[in-house]
């Protein structure tokens, strides 16, 4: 065997290797892919590198959320970096604080594809920040790859939501808590801005149009706020089936904490939340919210082969006593979706990479499977968690996969 017949045959070998292992589409190398062919855009892309971002809130009081995806999409980059990058070229990342700010988030994404022109974002955590950038992204024809779960009512060409929309996290978790406790009075409580709102108006129309129950009480707390004492005494007051729970951010510590201390703990009181995973509990204390249920998409300790090696190898970058959360795995899967949709494009262009994922099956996700829908959003299941004082959340409820439905008829 020759030199060149040599090189092929490795190459061959180490492409099946890695198709068989359910990774990539076939391995590829910049020799194949000339920058004038795969870039006809002016992005941040050469012969060997390609240009990305991470945004986030490193600090403000979002940050004890979204530190968790800043370091998943990190080891997903250095993963995807060690198996040979997108197209050949390694993938190099520009990082920027959002600061729990949302003018600053827009800021910071015109920054990153005016001035860095970057192939991709990924970032952003709250409705707000999401809502601030994406005039920027549809503006500069920008990639958006958002992780968390949110109010839906939106669709983008610019965006792909690897996190859940309403119908697959607030309708199908409150039809669960219906059945499961016969619940049929609810009072809500959320942090003040669009998401918990807007999630909120869509609970009260399932609870009150759907489910035939009540709401008998509805709040809002400022974003960082840590006094809940009135909230908590109209709660002893009304007695609610259900506490329907979207706070977020370093709040939450102080309401649970306070909730606790006011001795309404999970044997007096029932509560479903869709804010809060294990990252929120590692600042709260597993024992300030012991028997409390979460609706969520992932928790660390489902049992899958995905997700065991995905704890292994997070745990291995970040410490062994970090810990991995709904966005987290979420933030995970969107390097893994762009470089899918760079790969099947055979093109770094936005337009190319959008038009190419749609259709696109993740079956290497740590939650299991997912599958791209033409509108952007993410066909997967439906969790809900009972947290332990260790932390973890015991899975007692998983649905069968939900195509997202990010307009849901009556709920506008």
Same mark, same amino acid.
């Given at each position: 065997?020759?030199?060149?017949?040599?090189?092929?045959?490795?190459?061959?070998?180490?492409?099946?290797?890695?198709?068989?292992?359910?990774?990539?589409?076939?391995?590829?190398?910049?020799?194949?892919?000339?920058?004038?062919?795969?870039?006809?855009?002016?992005?941040?892309?050469?012969?060997?590198? #390609?240009?990305?971002?991470?945004?986030?809130?490193?600090?403000?009081?979002?940050?004890?959320?979204?530190?968790?995806?800043? %370091?998943?999409?990190?080891?997903?980059?250095? *993963?995807?970096?060690?198996?040979?990058?997108?197209?050949?070229?390694?993938?190099?990342?520009? *990082?920027?604080?959002?600061?729990?700010?949302?003018?600053?988030?827009?800021? &910071?994404?015109?920054?990153?594809?005016?001035?860095?022109?970057?192939?991709?974002?990924?970032?952003?955590?709250?409705?707000?920040?999401?809502?601030?950038?994406?005039?920027?992204?549809? &503006?500069? !024809? =920008?990639?958006?790859?958002?992780?968390?779960?949110?109010?839906?009512?939106?669709?983008? $060409?610019?965006?792909?939501?690897?996190?859940?929309?309403?119908? %697959? *996290?607030?309708?199908?978790?409150?039809?669960?808590?219906?059945?499961? &406790?016969?619940?049929?009075?609810?009072?809500?409580?959320?942090?003040?801005?669009?998401?918990?709102?807007?999630?909120?108006?869509?609970?009260?129309?399932?609870?009150?149009?759907?489910?035939?129950?009540?709401? #008998?009480?509805?709040?809002?707390?400022?974003? =960082?706020?840590?006094?809940?004492?009135?909230?908590?005494?109209?709660?002893?007051?009304?007695?609610? /089936?259900?506490?329907?729970?979207?706070?977020?951010?370093?709040?939450?510590?102080?309401?649970?904490?306070?909730?606790?201390?006011?001795?309404?703990?999970?044997?007096? %009181?029932?509560?479903?939340?869709?804010?809060?995973?294990? +990252?929120?509990?590692?600042?709260?204390?597993?024992?300030?919210?012991?028997?409390?249920?979460?609706?969520?998409?992932?928790?660390?300790?489902?049992? !899958?082969?995905? !997700?065991?090696?995905? @704890?292994? +190898?997070? $745990?291995?970058?970040?410490?062994?006593?970090?810990?991995?959360?709904?966005?987290?795995?979420?933030?995970?899967?969107?390097?893994?979706?762009? $470089?899918?949709?760079?790969?099947?494009? =055979?093109?770094?262009? @936005? /337009?190319?990479? #959008?038009?190419?994922?749609?259709?696109?099956?993740?079956?290497?996700?740590?939650?299991?499977?997912?599958?791209? /829908?033409?509108?952007?959003?993410?066909?997967? $299941?439906?969790?809900?968690?009972?947290?332990?004082? +260790?932390? *973890?959340?015991?899975?007692?409820?998983?649905?069968?996969?939900?195509?997202? +439905?990010?307009?849901?008829?009556?709920?506008?």
């Amino acid at each position: 065997m020759n030199v060149l017949n040599r090189r092929r045959f490795i190459r061959t070998a180490l492409s099946g290797a890695l198709l068989a292992a359910g990774f990539i589409s076939g391995m590829t190398m910049a020799a194949d892919f000339a920058t004038s062919k795969v870039n006809t855009t002016g992005l941040a892309v050469t012969d060997k590198t #390609v240009k990305v971002g991470i945004l986030h809130s490193s600090t403000g009081t979002m940050a004890i959320s979204e530190t968790g995806s800043i %370091q998943a999409e990190k080891l997903a980059i250095s *993963q995807i970096n060690a198996m040979g990058g997108v197209l050949g070229r390694k993938i190099e990342i520009i *990082q920027e604080d959002g600061a729990s700010d949302w003018p600053t988030f827009a800021e &910071k994404s015109k920054k990153l594809l005016e001035n860095d022109h970057v192939a991709a974002v990924f970032g952003c955590w709250t409705s707000a920040s999401r809502k601030a950038a994406l005039p920027v992204f549809e &503006k500069d !024809n =920008g990639l958006l790859f958002y992780p968390t779960f949110y109010e839906g009512l939106e669709q983008s $060409k610019n965006v792909f939501y690897t996190g859940q929309e309403a119908t %697959q *996290q607030i309708l199908a978790g409150l039809d669960w808590i219906a059945k499961e &406790k016969k619940a049929k009075t609810y009072y809500l409580i959320g942090s003040d801005y669009i998401w918990p709102r807007t999630s909120m108006k869509i609970a009260r129309k399932h609870i009150e149009q759907h489910l035939g129950g009540k709401v #008998v009480g509805e709040e809002y707390v400022a974003l =960082g706020d840590t006094q809940f004492g009135s909230v908590i005494n109209k709660i002893k007051l009304k007695k609610p /089936d259900v506490i329907y729970a979207a706070v977020v951010g370093g709040s939450n510590v102080a309401w649970f904490k306070q909730l606790n201390a006011a001795g309404l703990n999970s044997k007096k %009181q029932t509560m479903l939340t869709i804010s809060v995973t294990e +990252d929120e509990v590692l600042g709260i204390g597993g024992e300030n919210l012991e028997g409390f249920y979460s609706a969520m998409k992932y928790f660390q300790s489902l049992k !899958n082969p995905n !997700n065991e090696k995905f @704890v292994k +190898d997070f $745990k291995k970058m970040w410490g062994p006593k970090s810990v991995i959360g709904d966005v987290t795995q979420a933030a995970y899967e969107g390097p893994w979706l762009w $470089k899918a949709a760079v790969e099947r494009a =055979g093109s770094f262009d @936005v /337009d190319k990479a #959008v038009a190419a994922l749609p259709g696109y099956e993740l079956k290497t996700a740590p939650e299991g499977y997912v599958k791209v /829908d033409p509108n952007h959003h993410l066909e997967s $299941k439906l969790r809900v968690g009972k947290w332990k004082a +260790d932390g *973890q959340a015991e899975v007692v409820y998983e649905s069968e996969l939900i195509k997202p +439905d990010p307009f849901p008829k009556g709920y506008q």
